[in-house]
């Protein structure tokens, strides 16, 4: 681990320095050179130990907009902030490349609900909307997002979120996607 995410780390500073010099800065450079003060227009390169990050991103999730890290911490990471949004059944997910993209659901295939008509579907819905804005197709992406929260404020929901909602009306997978699509036409 020490090898690898040493190496991580050290590989993200040498990118944000070859190949966007202009738009970063360290958060060593900030406080030596500038005084604690984040250069206007400038995105601040940080490291954190990963159990420290876990803790920091729990608490203090305003402070990241981006976190890079390794395929385990970042599953680690990104289940535990879903976590602060209902689950992994809430949580979009977005592989991008400099010519592609592909967007899926963070929970996987879930093989212990297949068939059930049980499974959140808003990880995948949520996915589709996060392609529709990388397509540049923001109205609808809005629509759906829309429908999809109204549906949620009216407490209709899978089972995942039924658990932590009071007067929640539980519904099946199938019924909540109608119930979203029905607010889409509203």
Not at 89 to 102: E, F, I, K
Not at 120 to 147: D, F, K
């Amino acid at each position: 681990m020490k090898f690898t995410e040493g190496a991580f780390q050290k590989w993200g500073y040498e990118l944000a320095a070859s190949e966007f010099p202009r738009e970063t800065v360290s958060e060593t450079r900030v406080r030596e050179e500038y005084g604690g003060v984040v250069p206007e227009g400038k995105i601040v390169v940080k490291d954190r130990i990963a159990d420290s990050m876990f803790q920091q991103v729990l608490l203090r999730p305003e402070e990241y907009h981006v976190v890079a890290t390794p395929n385990l911490n970042g599953d680690y990471l990104s289940d535990a902030l879903a976590a602060q949004v209902g689950g992994l059944g809430m949580a979009p997910g977005a592989n991008l490349g400099d010519r592609c993209g592909v967007f899926e659901a963070t929970h996987g295939s879930a093989p212990k609900y297949a068939g059930m008509d049980k499974v959140n579907p808003s990880s995948l819905i949520l996915s589709g909307c996060m392609m529709l804005e990388h397509l540049g197709w923001r109205e609808a992406a809005r629509l759906v997002e829309q429908a999809l929260e109204r549906t949620i404020l009216e407490r209709i929901v899978t089972y995942d979120l039924a658990r932590l909602m009071e007067k929640a009306r539980e519904v099946r997978c199938s019924e909540f996607a109608r119930a979203v699509v029905e607010r889409m036409q509203e």
